[in-house]
Every structure is written in C-alpha cells, then in structure tokens.
Nanobody, 123 residues
Framework: VQLVESGGGVVQPGGSLRLSCTPS????????EGWFRQAPGKEREGVAA????????SIADSVKGRFTISEDNAQNTVYLQMDSLKAEDTAMYYC??????????????????WGRGTQVTVS
C-alpha cells in the first residue's frame, strides 16, 4: 500500500495550493485520512483529517479558516485546499490513512499508511 501526494510547489504569501492524495493498491473506505506537515527542525504535526465517505472533519487551529480537507469518492482521492498561505506553512506535507478508532486524529500513531510527502514552500 502506498499513498501518493501531489500538488506541492512554491507559492507567494497569500497564494493557494491544492494537495491531492491517492492510494496505490488500496481503496479509501470508511477510513480516516489525514494530512500532516513537518518543517525543518520541527516535529511532524497534524493539519487536518477526514472520515472518508462521511462528513466528519478536523482542522488544526493554526490553519483553521485557511485550509480545507475534502474527498472525492469517485476519484478515491483526498484533497487539502490551502488558501491565504503564510511563510510558516512552509513544510513537507504528508498524507496518511488509518482506522477511525486508531487514536487522536492529529497523532502519528493513529495512522497506518503514509505517503512520501510533497514540499510546500511559501516565499
């Protein structure tokens, strides 16, 4: 099982990016999908999570009102829409998948599968 992220890049402050996460050899189904990020010298932090096939979402306070997590069942894809980007949003962004009952949505241990990450640079 592999999760593949895409959509990262370099953007100016105030700009937008949309990240995508698609599984390879796996189908999202009533799982919890999350986005994490890790900046140089910092710990990985949870950004957002969604219950696939449902409407339950969670967003970190640091990005609330600017980031939105969503899904496309037909495309078996999870998105992270990032608006009003700031320099402090610069990080490697990772997609993760796990059981809804695996633990707190913003904790790494709650997820089983991970992608390799996509770099977001706001400058």
């Amino acid at each position: 099982v592999q999760l593949v992220e895409s959509g990262g890049g370099v953007v100016q402050p105030g700009g937008s990016l949309r990240l995508s996460c698609t599984p390879s050899g796996y189908t999202f189904s009533s799982d919890r999908e999350g986005w994490f990020r890790q900046a140089p010298g910092k710990e990985r932090e949870g950004v957002a999570a969604i219950l696939f096939g449902g409407t339950l979402t969670s967003i970190a306070d640091s990005v609330k009102g600017r980031f939105t997590i969503s899904e496309d069942n037909a495309q078996n894809t999870v998105y992270l829409q990032m608006d009003s980007l700031k320099a402090e949003d610069t990080a490697m962004y990772y997609c993760a998948s796990g059981s809804l009952y695996g633990g707190d949505w913003d904790k790494e241990y709650a997820y089983t599968y991970w992608g390799r990450g996509t770099q977001v640079t706001v400058s």
